[in-house]
């Protein structure tokens, strides 16, 4: 006799990568989404930047700490209620560049000179003391749907700052120097804009 | 929800939105407001906006896109230039 097979939509299933997209944190005009029309792997237009490749791909964490609220009459609890929640997004980036030491440094000014008449052209990192703001925009595939079969799923967070111990290795030939990022949201969970793409235009 | 931000990409990837526009100006600005681009001792684009001649626009743009380095221009450059 044949066991249980739960109910299951196997389209629900999901593998596949994300690309991340980084702007700078402006209060005054909040980053946006890009329209609903474009469609998967799009290029953000500027002020989004691409975060570029990665070690091991995009891990997004989300992290609900909450307070028993307990009596003595039950051996349960009766609720339970928020005491903390985090977004983040860590990711390991793999282009050795000044734009990704910033990201992953937390922020800093880059200063660039063109080159000229006997003047080389440079690019200069100063890393800021105090850690700058980003918005963060990451995307990847939805569920197929009926008519859609690379839906996107895109994810916004307004303010996030990035904190983390870097560790950069430069070898001969073992492996290619990367910059380990913590990205952390600083919004309220209200804020985070979580969509997808699941039905065409009719 | 649409992309409300009328700026839109230049230097890296973009194109010189005043090219062939007859000496109008154009508005520059470095992505993040900290950074400088430089391009002679005179020409220097900070993170606020300044205006700059059609051929300074031209020499800044392809400069940056050179450099990799990412501006923001206003007006914005055509789609599909």
Known sequence: MAGLTPTYNRLNVMTGMAALWMQPYDPNTPAVLPDDDEVLGFTWTTPWEALGATLEGVTFGFARKANDIMIEEQPGPVDQRTESLSFTVAVELSEDTLETMRRAYGGGEINTTAPGAGQVGTKELVISSEIQHFALGLEGQAPPRTGLATPWRRV??????????????????????????????????????????????? | MADSNPQAAAGSGGAASSEGSGGSKTKLRCLYPTDTFKLDDKTVVTGEFKEFSATDTKKIMDAAKAQDVKLISDPPPKKGS
Request: proline share 9%; charged share 25%; aromatic share 6%.
């Open chain 1, 156 to 202: 916004l967070i307004p303010d996030v700052t990035s904190v983390a111990e870097v560790e950069t290795t430069y070898r001969r030939s073992d492996q290619q120097r990367t910059y380990k990022c913590t990205f952390t949201s600083l919004v309220p969970p209200e804020q985070v804009v979580i969509r997808e793409l699941n039905a065409p235009a009719s």
